[in-house]
């Protein structure tokens, strides 16, 4: 029987349990969209590339704006660009509508308002959790309108349709629609031994699960197996997935697996890891509760490589 660590409560995977009914059905109406939008209930978030604008207030501040005091924010030269539905909360409509990041960054100057990126929001806990997953979707599909603006068919202008949640072209009538970017991210194990890895970029002393984009073509399972084989060199059987989360940097989900390592022989390519090492059980138990004698530790709760730790280190019994 594999000893099981008390690491205290459990923390909120970042940007999940979402309480919008995307109402989907309602995209394809634009005389709708636009009695939504008068609605006295609706709200709007203003985005601005990384950075989100929001009413300061304790303990939380709200990213939730009316219309007409957006309208009043930004008007003139600093003008409000795409709008796209997100959905309602309960019967309330909500939205997400983008300005210019240097519009964003003037809006600073307001004392009533903080700007400030998502990542940020969400780490220091500076939003109610219910308003995360909203803004992930916002934030996601506004940057995915940032970057195609142009049909990727002909080259012509392409122009929002679908309440945001479509670009068509003009010139040749080809459709795009907003993707997703599938990324795995996994904990290779080999008894009671996990193996972690570390970018350049990482918190001095932390380290976290290895992760990579799934290519076309390639299952979840081919993935976890071939992006664990080039970056350290170890061979993996079983795969077992374990959950996925939203990860709007800019417009990934991140699918989090448990693997079965069947060497143990590190080749670390460090074009991709600063480092790779193997971890005991209880020296990873040590990392997460900041306990560890180097001072080392694993990553922040919000994220998912968090949870796919935790969860090997308090299962009864081993994975594989």
Same mark, same amino acid.
Do not use: K
């Given at each position: 029987m594999t000893a099981r660590f008390d690491l205290g409560v459990k923390p909120y995977l970042g940007f999940t349990d979402s309480v919008l +009914?995307?109402?989907?059905?309602?995209?394809? +109406?634009?005389?709708?969209?636009?009695?939504? &939008? %008068?609605?006295?209930?609706?709200?709007t978030f203003l985005i601005a590339g990384e950075l989100v604008c929001l009413h300061k207030g304790?303990?939380?501040?709200?990213?939730?704006?009316?219309?007409?005091?957006? &309208?009043?924010? /930004?008007s003139g030269p600093d003008r409000l660009h795409e709008q796209v539905f997100l959905?309602?909360? !309960?019967? %309330?409509? $909500?939205?997400?509508? @983008?300005? +210019?990041? *240097?519009t964003a960054k003037r809006l600073r100057d307001q004392s009533a308002l903080l700007?400030?990126?998502?990542?940020?929001?969400?780490?220091?806990?500076?939003?109610?959790? *219910?308003?995360?997953?909203s803004l992930a979707e916002a934030k996601s599909l506004l940057g995915w309108h940032m970057r195609h603006r142009f049909c990727s068919n002909c080259g012509a202008p392409t122009r929002p349709a679908q309440a945001g949640w479509r670009r068509d072209c003009a010139a040749c009538g080809a459709e795009h629609f907003p993707?997703?970017?599938?990324?795995? #991210?996994?904990?290779? #194990?080999?008894? *009671?031994?996990?193996?972690?890895?570390?970018?350049?970029?990482?918190?001095?002393?932390?380290?976290?699960?290895? @992760?990579g984009f799934v290519e076309p073509g390639e299952t979840i399972e081919d993935a976890v197996r071939r992006e664990t084989l080039e *970056? /350290?060199? #170890?061979?993996?059987?079983?795969?077992?997935?374990?959950?996925?989360?939203?990860?709007?940097?800019?417009?990934?989900?991140?699918? !989090?697996c448990h693997a079965e390592a069947l060497t143990t022989e590190l080749k670390v390519d460090h074009s991709e890891l600063?480092?790779?090492r193997w971890f005991a059980r209880d020296e990873v138990a040590a990392m997460m509760l900041r306990r560890?004698? +180097?001072? $080392?530790? %694993?990553?922040?709760?919000?994220?998912?490589?968090?949870?796919?730790?935790? @969860?090997w280190l308090e299962a009864e019994q081993g994975l594989f």
């Open positions: +009914d995307r109402a989907a059905e309602l995209r394809h +109406d634009p005389a709708g969209m636009a009695a939504m &939008a %008068a609605d006295p209930r609706a709200r304790e303990p939380f501040n709200d990213p939730a704006f009316t219309f007409a005091q957006a &309208a009043a924010l /930004v959905g309602r909360n !309960g019967e %309330a409509p $909500l939205f997400a509508v @983008a300005i +210019d990041p *240097e700007v400030t990126d998502l990542r940020s929001l969400a780490t220091g806990s500076l939003v109610e959790r *219910e308003h995360l997953p993707r997703t970017d599938p990324v795995v #991210i996994m904990l290779a #194990i080999n008894g *009671e031994q996990c193996l972690l890895g570390r970018q350049a970029r990482f918190a001095r002393g932390m380290w976290s699960c290895l @992760a *970056e /350290v060199g #170890i061979v993996c059987g079983r795969v077992s997935y374990f959950a996925s989360q939203p990860w709007p940097f800019p417009m990934s989900l991140m699918i !989090g600063e480092d790779a560890h004698p +180097d001072g $080392l530790t %694993a990553t922040h709760p919000f994220a998912i490589a968090h949870h796919i730790i935790r @969860a």
